[in-house]
């Protein structure tokens, strides 16, 4: 308010941080909607509402850094619209790894299958990820092996498409901004993967459990910053 009232805002800044207002109002609404599913008589809440309240935090700092980089990078350049595809898909699949990442935590499957690459002796697949609930589907929303199998492919996944675009944006990049994106985006992909299978084998203490979430947070940052600047 005060800096519109000052002028200092332009139209489209005006927009963009009143999208980010109703996105933090949101935010407000869906952490009392996740506290209302529980904490009253068990310690415990739904776990796709915790994923909706960390999803649309990531969210909402995501815009943030992208409203500031606006502002920061102001001029208009020629860009490459399929790599600008590419990496939008690669966030999408991010995002989807992350609300994987809030169900591993939200239903507690972090304790089970405490072994990695296989998910016990010799299974890369336990067998409990089909059987542990019925229908078979709810075994990949709702089971905690078939969540935290999900969990363990897309990180896979992730690491893939994050190779994909550190090789192709190599190629394309032109400025500094773009190149540190880049190498920054591939050195936080490998930390995160690091903290996730440590996370699993030492069972989920606590500072590890709080180190793999901030380490998502800095994956999110850097695959935004790599795109703002890919894309304007
Ligand atoms: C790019 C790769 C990954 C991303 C972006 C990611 C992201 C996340 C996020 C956002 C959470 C939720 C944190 C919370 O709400 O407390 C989470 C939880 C978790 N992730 Fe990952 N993760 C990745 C890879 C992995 C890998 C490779 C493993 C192990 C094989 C793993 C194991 C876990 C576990 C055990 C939890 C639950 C921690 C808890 O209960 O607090 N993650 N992940």
Redesign the pocket.
């Known amino acids: 308010m005060y800096f519109i009232i000052t002028k200092q805002l332009t139209w489209p800044t005006i927009k963009k941080t009143s999208i980010l207002l109703i996105l933090g109002g949101f935010q407000g609404f869906l952490g009392w909607y996740m506290v209302k599913s529980g904490l009253v008589d068990r310690p415990d809440v739904s776990h796709y509402r ?1 994923a909706a309240h ?1 999803t649309t935090a ?1 969210i909402t700092f995501a815009y943030t850094l992208w409203v500031a980089l606006d502002l920061i990078f102001p001029n208009k350049k020629n860009i490459d619209r399929g790599f600008r595809n590419t990496i939008r898909i690669g966030l999408i699949i ?1 995002l989807i ?2 609300i ?3 169900f ?3 239903l ?3 304790f089970v299958h405490n072994h ?1 690459p296989m998910m016990s002796e010799g299974k890369f697949m336990h067998e409990t990820v089909l059987i542990e609930k019925t229908p078979l589907y709810k075994n990949f929303i709702e089971g905690k092996s078939g969540v ?1 199998f999900i ?2 492919i ?2 896979f996944v ?2 893939i498409s994050v190779i994909f675009i550190y090789l192709k944006g190599k190629m394309l990049a032109i400025s500094k901004y773009q190149i540190n994106g880049l190498n920054l985006l591939m050195i936080l ?1 490998g930390i ?2 690091l ?3 440590l ?2 084998l030492l069972q ?1 203490p606590l500072w590890l ?2 180190s ?2 901030i ?2 947070f800095l ?1 999110l940052a850097s695959m935004t910053f790599t795109l703002h600047r890919f894309s304007k």
């Open positions: 915790l960390l990531f991010l790894q992350i994987y990442g809030a591993v935590a939200g507690d499957a972090g990695w935290q969990h363990r897309l990180a992730v690491l992909v995160q993967l903290l996730g299978v996370t699993i989920v459990g709080v793999h979430q380490g998502a994956l």
